[in-house]
């Protein structure tokens, strides 16, 4: 089975503060995401990797940047966390293969609360 | 990806089977039908997914029509841990996955 862990269940954050969410899958996928789930405006995709070292910008990565220093490492970085980035915030993982075929695996989620 | 349309709501008796319908008349031929869930706080699961044949595992079956115009999810013996919000895909492998509103299921004791 797929496994994908995210290293915190909650966590609440002052304004301004630096944030980092981890998140490790132990399937050897090169390809890992980072996404957000807002009610009423569903998944929007933040930043993803297709391998160690790169990332490719989502739908809406301003005001978060990525490190990708090791294959079953994703890490998500908040600069100066601000209240509108309160959300759950999602990992995932893809396994390999072309067209339809790679299912994406998520984590249990992170829920961020900005005061 | 091709847009997808389920009922908004549904209730299932627990130990009946729970059949949740998709349409996507949409749908491309070199798209895949995926079948995801989430349970309330908790981070997506994946079901199932199939592109023409009907497909099965040890979670749920899915039926595909043949013009793949639209799908059912089959939970065969519904339990109380089934309560969730099922989202209906059609995806070809693109970088992101967009979820729809889904179907909350509710099973009923």
């Known amino acids: 089975d797929v496994k994908v862990t995210q290293s915190s269940r909650y966590l609440v954050k002052r304004t301004g503060e630096k944030v980092f969410l981890e998140c490790v899958q132990d399937m050897d996928h090169e390809n890992m995401f980072w996404y957000r789930q807002d009610p009423g405006l569903g998944l929007r995709l933040i930043y993803f990797?297709?391998?160690?070292?790169?990332?490719e910008k989502g739908d809406i990565p301003e005001g978060y940047s990525v490190s990708r220093e090791k294959k079953e490492r994703f890490s998500l970085i908040l600069e100066s966390a601000s209240t509108n980035q309160t959300s759950m915030y999602l990992c995932?993982?893809?396994?390999?293969?072309?067209?339809?075929?790679?299912?994406?695996?998520f984590g249990p989620g992170t829920r961020l609360l900005v005061l | 990806d091709a847009k997808t349309t389920q009922p908004t709501s549904m209730d299932c008796a627990e130990g009946r089977a729970a059949n949740l319908p998709c349409n996507h008349s949409t749908i491309s031929g070199n798209e895949y039908v995926y079948w995801y869930r989430q349970i309330h706080s908790q981070g997506p699961q994946y079901i199932i997914h199939g592109l023409k044949n009907n497909e099965t595992n040890e979670m749920a079956s899915l039926i595909i029509t043949e013009d793949r115009k639209s799908s059912t999810l089959i939970l065969p013996h519904a339990t109380l841990r089934d309560t969730a919000v099922y989202y209906c895909i059609a995806y070809f492998g693109n970088e992101k996955l967009t979820f729809g509103t889904g179907t909350r299921l509710t099973i009923i004791p």
């Open positions: 990797s297709y391998d160690v070292k790169m990332k």
């Open positions: 995932a993982s893809r396994e390999p293969g072309t067209g339809g075929r790679e299912t994406q695996y």
